[in-house]
């Protein structure tokens, strides 16, 4: 997609001989094994990330059966993961948020929010995003976030809801500080090199749908603590 290639034609080929792949070269996880590795045609290497994604994927798709089961919500799951994923590893690549993968991760949010009869918590974590990444946006002119982080923090905002995307908001900037540090102490990238915030806020999304009670327990303690006090004053 970065390149600007079609998902679908031509089919699947090999990135260094362009040789239209087989069936049995294209099975997840097992071809990579069984090839060794290499490409049938021309043995060039290839790449550990392939299996890797493939891995992380069926990953994901068992957790959504596990969790939510073999339902409306556990195909939304596994189909918005699968996404996510594709939106963490480009960004990590390319610094890019590519608006088809939003588009597609929005209409999949809002078919599960009408189905689920939730659109008004959809449209208020829609609004918390953009509204929160819009704002360091604009504050930095850009240099802080980009526009891509905004329509992708809108886009997880209308799939998690409010106030789940506060928390993962927030989520997303300790896990970015937290990973942040020893990629430059590794000298990965520098001080002045961009970091890609999109595979942060994955991260915190993906923690957020599938274990919410650890991302909002915070919040909720915080909640009672203010009500409380509230109510005894």
Known sequence: MPRGESLF????????CSHALGALDNIPLFSWLGLRGRCR????????????VELLTAALFVLAVIVFGVSLQGVAAAAFSALLLAVAFIDFDHL???DGVT????LIAAVLAVATHRVVPALEGAAAGALIFGAIFALTRGAGMGLGDVKLAAMLGLFVGFPSMVTVSVAAFIIGAALAVPVLLA???GRRDALPFGPFLVMAAI???????VMNGPYDAYRDMLGNYWLNR
Do not use: E
């Open 207 to 213: 923690l957020g749908i599938f274990a919410p009670a």
């Open 9 to 16: 034609f031509p089919g699947s080929h090999c990135p260094s």
């Open 103 to 106: 588009v597609a991760g929005a």
């Open 187 to 189: 000298r990965r990238r």
């Open 96 to 98: 890019l948020v590519l």
């Open 41 to 52: 045609y021309c043995g060039a290497p290839i790449p550990v990330r392939y299996p890797l």
